[in-house]
């Protein structure tokens, strides 16, 4: 049985498009497929249409659970239902794993048509921009002219921004969470950390480690562990675990001693039987090239001038990933163009993961914005 | 007087102290309303006057009032100043009332004053007629203006409007206009530093 405000059991579904590609990087692909999940009823206005864009783990699956898989709720289930934040009796809501991805739209496990082979490292870098363009044509594809609004956190919320700049027309509200401009130096040296993590995994194979019939476990493992620790504040984890002991005193051994580690270890490992490492690389890879003023001298003034969306941004006090300064600058670079922005500074002690949270002032400001989303 | 009715007069008494600085904004501008609470004089001044503008607020709940009344609204600190907004960026930069809980009275104006033409202020005169004769009793003046206990008020700074324009002149602020009212919302002409309950300027650099 599902809770009231669940939107209960869903399928995902596939699109095939045959059309070519053209990627960023001058790469292209020759066609491709997205799988996608969708929540609430498109109007007959087609107006009532919100994008939920996922972060680096995320999927499709951003509500709901599965007939076969009742514990598999969706990564935003907290927001997006009947009744919730994201309300699925006003909006029709789209999830959709990312070209490249590791839930079954084309992607490096995918087969390559000119091998007849997995892709592996021969699938193209994409980046952000190269996303935004397949998602539009799953807009197309479901007879989406416009979004009511374009949501993501993190890398999401990237997306969402880069909706905002690629199609100014075709999306009316941008809701950039927990997400910035373009990444720090010290954002591409915990990415590439985690990388190296990958790439020296001797069962990496140079990323053709499919043919070998393995996975660099250790690798994802490790990259998972680097960036799970950027995702925390330093106080929560201190309140989680602090200095405690898994066995009540020292053990003098590489075991494991502190809690800390346990859970780190939980963490990798768990993610590591499940995700892709080729998609991992590529996709830190994309939110390292982000940077919409890149072509604009550095100057993301200018590089928002294409925007006509209004923007709901957010930022949590202790996310020391994304931190509240990085939303700011997105915040003022919208004023100087003179859009319509909302910015809220969120105090919640759970650092960069806050947006996936369901902290009760957090969403009760998700639910005034989009309450006043017109459809 | 019954919660109701306290509650109309407030409301009747903030429609007036929005009218008075209405009458300062010439439609279709675009403002910057500082410490703008939920946003209801942003709300009342695109609603007459066709203005837009973004509200700066700090508290969380002010914010969320903010959204719910389609308020677009900036949260940040004032009191770190405004850096990140633009020099003369906005028409008309407002504080209403709210000048008077904050610290860093010098900075919050000399910053107002760099990202608009002109300012905006109104406040509570400190020494009003009334509010004398309360401390003369050796108590903190309550009064329309001065809503609040010593004990339990928001404000931290208590200043008169000679006081206020003294400041004005040391910083090389131009007085364009003023305005001050008594308790019952008269305009008051003379000595308005004895008369005048609340007041509101509109101020611009000195050229």
């Not at chain 1, 190269?130 to 998602?135: C, K, P, R, S, T």
């Not at chain 2, 919660?3 to 903030?14: I, S, T, Y």
């Not at chain 2, 602020?173 to 609340?198: K, M, Q, T, W, Y």
């Amino acid at each position: 049985m599902s809770p009231e405000n669940s939107v209960g059991v869903v399928a995902p579904r596939r699109v095939c498009f045959i059309e070519p590609l053209q990627l960023t990087s001058g790469a292209a692909l020759p066609g491709f497929e997205l799988v996608f999940e969708t929540y609430g009823m498109l109007n007959a206005q087609c107006s009532n249409a919100v994008l939920v864009c996922h972060a680096l783990s995320g999927s499709h699956h951003v509500a709901g659970h599965y007939a076969d898989d009742p514990e598999n709720l969706g990564w935003w289930d907290n927001l997006v239902g009947p009744g919730k934040a994201l309300d699925t009796r006003k909006f029709f809501v789209v999830g959709v794993n990312n070209l490249g991805g590791c839930y079954g739209s084309t992607g490096p496990l995918s087969i390559n048509p000119e091998t007849a082979k997995r892709y592996g490292a021969d699938f193209p870098l994409v980046t952000v921009e190269d996303w935004v363009a397949a998602q539009a044509r799953l807009a197309d594809h479901l007879g989406i002219v416009t979004w009511a609004a374009v949501i993501g956190g993190s890398l999401g919320g990237m997306q969402a921004l880069e909706w905002s700049l690629q199609f100014p027309e075709r999306i009316r509200h941008a809701m950039v969470i927990a997400s910035a401009p373009k990444l720090s130096a010290q954002n591409i040296a915990f990415n590439e950390v985690a990388r190296q993590a990958i790439i020296s995994d001797p069962d990496f194979h140079g990323g053709y480690y499919a043919d070998h019939g393995v996975v660099p476990t250790s690798g994802l493992r490790l990259a998972r562990m680097v960036g799970h620790i950027t995702y925390l504040s330093d106080s929560q984890m201190g309140e989680k675990f602090g200095r405690r002991l898994r066995h009540g005193e020292h053990k003098f051994s590489y075991d494991v001693d502190f809690e800390i580690e346990s859970y780190l270890r939980y963490q990798g490992n768990k993610f590591a039987s499940f995700f892709d490492a080729n998609t991992y690389l590529m996709t830190t890879k994309a939110l390292d090239y982000f940077d919409p003023a890149y072509h604009f001298d550095g100057n993301l003034a200018a590089a928002l001038a294409r925007a006509k969306a209004s923007f709901l941004v957010a930022s949590f006090s202790t996310d020391w990933r994304f931190s509240p300064a990085r939303s700011r600058e997105i915040v003022f670079a919208l004023l100087h163009n003179r859009l319509r922005v909302v910015y809220a500074e969120i105090d919640c002690g759970a650092g960069h993961d806050s947006f996936l949270l369901d902290d009760e002032h957090y969403h009760a400001l998700l639910r005034a914005y989009l309450e006043n989303i017109a459809v | 007087m019954t919660e109701h009715e306290r509650r109309a007069k407030a409301e009747q008494r903030e429609r007036f102290d929005f009218a008075v600085i209405a009458s300062w904004i010439p439609p279709g501008e675009r403002v910057l309303d500082l410490g703008c609470g939920d946003g209801r004089l942003l709300r009342y001044l695109s609603e007459t006057r066709d203005v837009s503008g973004y509200g700066v607020e700090i508290d969380r709940e002010s914010v969320l009032g903010c959204i719910r009344n389609g308020v677009d609204v900036i949260q940040m600190d004032i009191e770190c100043g405004l850096s990140g907004f633009e020099d003369n960026s906005f028409a008309h930069v407002i504080i209403s009332q709210a000048l008077q809980t904050m610290r860093t009275t010098e900075r919050i104006l000399t910053e107002m004053l760099r990202v608009a033409a002109e300012a905006v202020v109104s406040f509570p005169n400190f020494s009003y007629r009334a509010n004398r004769a309360a401390i003369s009793e050796g108590h903190m003046p309550v009064s329309e203006d001065l809503p609040y206990d010593w004990f339990d008020t928001p404000n931290v700074r208590f200043f008169t409007i000679a006081d206020f324009e003294n400041l004005c002149a040391r910083l090389g602020i131009e007085i364009r206009e003023r305005l001050a009212f008594d308790e019952a919302g008269c305009e008051v002409c003379e000595d308005p530093n004895l008369n005048g309950s609340l007041a509101f300027y509109r101020l611009g650099r000195k050229s």
